[in-house]
């Protein structure tokens, strides 16, 4: 077959078949596309003999799920269809295909229907994954916007699924951010759920984004497809946050999808008795990375541009002013001098534990800061001096 006609099957395939099913995989690798379709769309005439040893599925009962979509799947019109709405479909032998979703193995879907630009260079460097709770607080919210903002303005694409809660606002933070995301819908790409985000969906889509989906474009979001979607979503970056999730929420599925692929997985951590919080916990607690803003999720997902190096645990995070921002030395000699009384160069040696020379250069530099005084006394500190910034 040409590439088009490749192409074509392929896609008539993800009209008939579910995404990942085993089955169709199988009968598309024994049988091939087009003889494959020809047996659904012809009369029962019984199992192909290639068939009978290939796999463990009841054939007659998968025969008897595809028939009625085998019939009635009119590709042409489907790829026409989306073709007018600025997209199309695509194989993993297309070279923009995201190859990095070949970590799924024999999950990796067999085409992908899409609006919007795809990109010539899509690895997963580049590409992080931001979902959680549906039900998400304002709190959670923010974050997750405030998130995709900071890896936006750093040049990173944000991955997430659309959906009411965390999802949507890592796809808005990325938009303000002025950087592309991407959409991966559980239901088709003519048909995006839920329709409260159409003029959320459109913004991807004119601001260089991207909506993508394995189903074919007309297809409704059932619960089933909201779960194998997810595995598209933790492998099509290098990092996946969770930001907010309950118990059951199906963002853990998504980060078990990053961890079975070998992604980096971060966790927001929230209040331990917070509903919200239980799945994210769960998480941290099982090796997940725990992340509290932007900056922590670039540093998970790795280099777009090397950001500032994160200073240490425990060193300070903010610039120091006044006695705090003094040389080691001098600071330790004017720790040294007596709060409300005077010292002879002596005493300060013994109280600091330095030499002469040391405590007299450091306290001719304290006198030039203007926080010390010297008289026939003795020096002292300069009364309000420690608030010299």
């Not at 839920?194 to 004119?206: G, M, V, Y």
């Not at 509290?292 to 998970?300: I, K, P, V, Y």
């Not at 006044?322 to 009384?341: F, N, S, T, Y």
């Amino acid at each position: 077959m040409t590439p088009d006609e490749t192409m074509q099957e392929a896609a008539w395939w993800s009209a008939v078949a579910e995404p990942a099913d085993p089955a169709a995989r199988v009968l598309r690798a024994t049988l091939g596309d087009r003889r494959g379709r020809e047996w659904l769309q012809g009369e029962w005439r019984g199992v192909p003999r290639e068939l009978r040893c290939a796999g463990e599925a009841r054939w007659d009962q998968q025969w008897n799920r595809w028939r009625e979509r085998a019939l009635t799947v009119d590709v042409e019109r489907e790829l026409a269809r989306v073709e007018r709405a600025g997209g199309g479909f695509m194989t993993p032998a297309d070279p923009r295909w995201p190859v990095q979703l070949s970590c799924l193995g024999e999950e990796e879907p067999l085409g992908l229907w899409f609006l919007g630009r795809l990109s010539d260079s899509s690895q997963s460097e580049g590409h992080v994954s931001i979902v959680g709770a549906r039900a998400s607080t304002s709190a959670g919210g923010r974050c997750a916007r405030n998130m995709a903002y900071h890896l936006a303005r750093s040049g990173y694409a944000i991955v997430s699924g659309g959906a009411i809660g965390i999802d949507i606002e890592a796809h808005r933070g990325a938009l303000a951010g002025g950087g592309r995301t991407i959409c991966v819908l559980a239901g088709g790409v003519l048909n995006p759920y839920p329709a409260c985000h159409t003029e959320d969906f459109r913004a991807i889509i004119d601001r260089g984004g991207l909506i993508v989906s394995e189903v074919a474009p007309t297809a409704r979001p059932a619960k089933w497809r909201f779960l194998t979607r997810n595995r598209l979503i933790a492998g099509w970056s290098a990092a996946t946050i969770v930001v907010e999730a309950g118990a059951r929420s199906g963002a853990l599925a998504t980060a078990r999808w990053a961890m079975g692929c070998g992604r980096e997985l971060g966790a927001v951590p929230g209040a331990v008795d917070a509903p919200m919080s239980v799945g994210c916990l769960e998480l941290a607690r099982n090796g997940a990375t725990i992340i509290r803003d932007g900056r922590d999720a670039a540093e998970l997902a790795g280099p777009i541009g090397a950001e500032d190096v994160a200073p240490l645990f425990g060193m300070p995070v903010e610039r120091d002013h006044g006695i705090a921002a003094l040389p080691p030395v001098a600071r330790r000699v004017w720790e040294a001098l007596p709060a409300r009384a005077c010292a002879d160069v002596s005493a300060i040696c013994v109280s600091a534990g330095l030499g002469r020379e040391e405590v007299s250069r450091a306290l001719m530099d304290l006198a030039v800061a203007g926080l010390v005084t010297s008289s026939t006394r003795g020096w002292a500190r300069r009364e309000g001096g420690d608030a010299v910034g």
